[in-house]
């Protein structure tokens, strides 16, 4: 079982913003700013797409972006388009686990 | 460009082993810690080990240490994971990944599928 929590599912409609959320407790999330989040499609790879918080890798669009507040940290996606569609995990410095259980975001 | 290619995996009895391969190009190998996370079928990301610049420095999830060995040869850009005492909860895709630092992963490769079964 995972650390870090997250909503099983999320969902929004395209040009619709959703956010994800990731629930650690003091000694990860809250601990430590090196929270990141990942990207994957069916049977890829997953993707970087946001680290150390906010912080976006090369290639990532500004649509993502990440943010925290105390021992939840958020991805918002803005503007959804339907290649969003994938199950995204978090990760945190720190976290049993290091990684959350994914969220299948799902673009109506 | 970054490229990470695993090799290695396959179908594999109860109590086996299998040795993982992972060979890295497009970055300078021997100045990165290195993970194996793994993914079994239909469930989350799992890390499982990873391993400092030199080799001199690795750590394991706790279902896997003692039987699985992470290992990197700096001369070849490769990394390894051997893997043994196989049990059917270890049936996943394993994929190697860099580690920028602090347990976060920027480069992927595209995995290698264990399945173990009798």
């Known amino acids: 079982q995972s650390a870090l929590t997250q909503p099983p599912s999320a969902s929004g409609s395209p040009g619709q913003s959703v956010a994800i959320s990731c629930t650690g407790i003091s000694s990860d999330v809250d601990g430590y700013n090196y929270v990141s989040w990942y990207q994957q499609h069916p049977g890829k790879a997953p993707r970087l797409m946001i680290y150390e918080v906010t912080k976006r890798p090369s290639g990532v669009p500004d649509r993502f972006s990440g943010s925290k507040s105390g021992n939840t940290a958020s991805l918002t996606v803005s503007g959804l388009q339907a290649e969003d569609e994938a199950d995204y995990y978090c990760s945190s410095y720190g976290a049993s686990g290091l990684f959350g259980g994914g969220t299948k975001l799902t673009v109506l | 460009e970054v490229q990470l290619v695993e090799s290695g995996g396959g179908l594999v009895q109860p109590g086996g082993s299998l040795r993982l391969s992972c060979a890295a190009s497009?970055?300078?190998?021997?100045?990165?810690?290195l993970s194996w996370v793994r993914q079994a079928p239909g469930k989350g990301l799992e890390w499982v080990a990873n391993?400092?610049?030199?080799?001199?420095?690795?750590n394991y999830l706790d279902s896997v240490r003692g039987r699985f060995t992470v290992s990197r040869d700096n001369a070849k850009n490769s990394l390894y994971l051997q893997i043994s005492s196989l049990r059917a909860e270890d049936t996943a895709v394993y994929y190697c990944?860099?580690?920028?630092?602090?347990?976060?992963?920027?480069?992927w490769g595209q995995g290698t599928l264990v399945i173990v079964s009798p």
């Open positions: 990944a860099t580690d920028k630092g602090f347990l976060t992963h920027d480069y």
């Open positions: 391993i400092n610049q030199d080799g001199s420095v690795k």
């Open positions: 497009g970055f300078t190998f021997r100045r990165f810690w």
